[in-house]
């Protein structure tokens, strides 16, 4: 049987022998890592794998798994296993069918662009991005690169059968002039000529350059001028909890707030899978609904959730294309742009923080979003409108709603963000926010 | 799997390596999740593969392939041959294995109870049994559980590893684990949120020792009498005393990743960071004589257990701080070979595509002298953190924040009101030199380390005793 026909013999199998609804999803990836520090490579590694998904469900009952593409016998055993479990499994909270297709893909978000995974050409990608950091005054550099390729296949007990390629290259690099003066910047991009390993050495190595000499920051609340890896960090969390399931478990702010104002009127937040050659591009959820352009906060009001069929049905609306089978979840979040630029926005700022990257977000309480996060790399004091001294030791300890009200402006450029702490592509501005709160540590 | 685990490694060393490594690993999981009270979905997943590490010219290459044929584990190996020479040699960290010495045979945890011997039901059953006692705990208490998932997994992973200079470790590992984040919630209280881990090395016996439903049932009465009770934080100057669950995460997080030796390196810069001690800070102090933090995998039953480690290297207690002074790095062959010294044990993959590391096991203070009265009793006006919520640390694991949940007001050696979120924002010199009383009864609890790219969470147990700090600020 050819790679290709698995998902759906699985499907027929599975009905055949008495599920009711039944999804397979064929994964075959090849993805290459390349990690470099202190301006050397240190390791070079390549992963090769065929993975199948298959969630049944008799009525309200339902089991999942993930298993290595193996034999047919194999998989017929693993079919046959997970209906044994899915009957003696209590039902769940309710029965939802699988959407009825067949339905009809965007073919353009179908097919690849070409990356290469030639060794040769991403370890010069590497070098690239050093020598851009180095050339901008760093003194050590260090970072990942990643290109994958990967295939798609999904079928359904709903007439679906779809198949998708995607391919994607990024490269996340930190640059150092002094053990305590960093910057950090990355590019990632579905498409390579759009793809830019330089550009983020240099912007890093900048960053690292500006940061030298810092001085202990001193706490309170100031204006601060957000660059685009922390607001990714703040807006991929509204994101990420805007999946109706993290809101029906207690572990979303956003909670009970659809239709209410909970940001800045300049502020919308969008999630869309459907633009060609983006990193996040996706034609079709793991359901095989139709992905789509989706709306979370318009003008700072919330306007969705992410639905699969299930929470949908919970809420009495529509599958916005965003399972995830338990939890649906962002693709591709994008955040529309304001009309000022980098300067003007820091040239407005009398006394204020601005902050260039953060790290490690953790929460007091998911419900109300409270929590803190701490800034590292660059962060400099703005006085006057001016970039005045490098500073460092700080902590934003503030709540996630206070924030987006608290949002001035919204920078018109904007740059793709995906790294180690934000997991969505993010299309993501500068943000000016009026009283940030920033803590240090008392001894 | 030895045969071809074996051909891997065969084969990788025909290509001209100077040192190769192949690892098999299969890990069979079964995962319960309960949403609110009623089950969500049982999954069962199966991850194996064959990686290979191979080291051409001092350059590292590896790669990974969960399609066990010969073919497809030779060309697995060509790949990470290929990746490893195309690495110019002016761009190469040249890159070298210590001469630890390496072991051999089969070790194998037996559980006494069998977890897959218990059935899917009875065991959603056991967690709706845990998640009624919490509802109805709350609801004595007039306030409503609002939320509440709870993550029940058991699974066992199966590691083969040869290396080139001799490795040959077959091991057998069952572990059991519990994640619940639990949410209280009173219309004009708010809400209030608690989050635990609880995991360990074994089979089903374990999970009857946990006693879920009076577990959850306390955790929910605890939540609500926060909620009910607790006045507004206390800042300034303070004595403090910090329960195990803080201890424990305070020496994972301040003093076991800053021992890590490849953080030490710079290998994590960009990911998990760096740390503020350098090559040379062995014998540097950082605490008050009382402090001693230890990690160790060889614990029975910890979350963390290991006997040999990822590379063939038998695993022992690392004494990482000695009476407030750093004594030793977590090392692998890798780290080991820079700093001159013999590995300890330290290199952990979380799963056949991920390559091993230097990471941690079961990080804890160890134990003082005093019994848990005797500490409190000394203390005429303090605060007392038992439990947290938020916490972190910054990428150079000095400055950290960590937020209680459950916490009370300390007069005159007795507890009295329960007070809300005291905030320890503190330095990891400043927090250790603060110690002057360790308690000397020592309790774990399981977590989930992050660190690596692609990321690696892996089982740890952290712990200690109760701890006395003296004259602490606390923030705002």
Redesign the interface.
Known sequence: MRKDEVPSYIVDLALKRGATDVVVKLQDKQH????????????????????IDIFLMIKEK????????SSTLKLEKTVN??LK??K??????LYVPLPEGPFSYDPTLLKASRVSLH??R??GY??EA?NSALEEGAK?T???LNATKEKLILATSGNVHASQESSGLEI???A?TS??SSG?FVSISGNEERFNPSEAGRTAGRIAAAALNPKSGKPGRFTALLGPLVFADLISQVGRVSSA?LV????SFLANKIGSQIACDKLSLIDDPTIVDSYGRRAFDDEGVPTRRNIIIEKGILKSYLHNSATAKKYGVETTGNAG??SPHPWNLIVEPGEKSFGELLAEIDYGIYVTND??????????G?????P?DGMFLIKNGMLSSSIR?L?I?DNMLHILKNIQEISKTRTWIRW?EVDVPTLTPYVVVKDLNF????? | MEELTEFALDYAESLGAEYAEARFQRDIQETIILKNGLLEAVLLEEHRGISVRILVNGSLGFASTNNLTKKDVKDASNRAYKMACAVKKGLREKVSMDESELGTGKIEVKPQIDFNSIDVESKANLLRESYKEAEEAAANNKIEISGCVMTLDTWKTEKLIMTSDGANVHSLTPRVALSTLLTAFHPQKGSIQRSFDLGGTGGWEIIKKWNLPELFKQEAQTLSEILLFAKEKISGKTDVILGPELVGLICHESSGHPSEADRILGREAAQAGETYLDSDSIGLRVGSPLVNVIDDPTLDGSFGFYMYDDEGVKARKRILIKEGIINEFLHNRETASVFKTKSNGSSRAVAFDREPIVRMANTYLEPGDYSKDELFEEIKDGVYIKSFMEWNIDDRRFNQRYVGLEAYKIENGELTERVRNPVLEVTTTGLWSSVDAVGKELEFQAAYCGKGDPMQGIPVWTGGPHVRLRSVILGE
């Open positions: 290459i890592m390349i990690r470099f520090s202190n301006n050397k490579v240190t390791v070079s590694k390549y992963y090769d794998e065929s993975v339902r089991a999942a798994t993930t298993v290595p593409l296993n997970l479990i899915a003696i499994t209590p039902p769940s909270e060794p040769d991403l370890i590497v070098d050093i050590k260090a970072g990942t996340s690099i930190r150092f053990e305590v950090h399931f029906d478990t207690g572990q089978l338990i790290w490690y977000l953790r929460y007091q309480n998911y419900n109300t409270d929590f803190s996060t701490i590292r030791e902590r300890s180690w803590t240090k540590s008392t001894m």
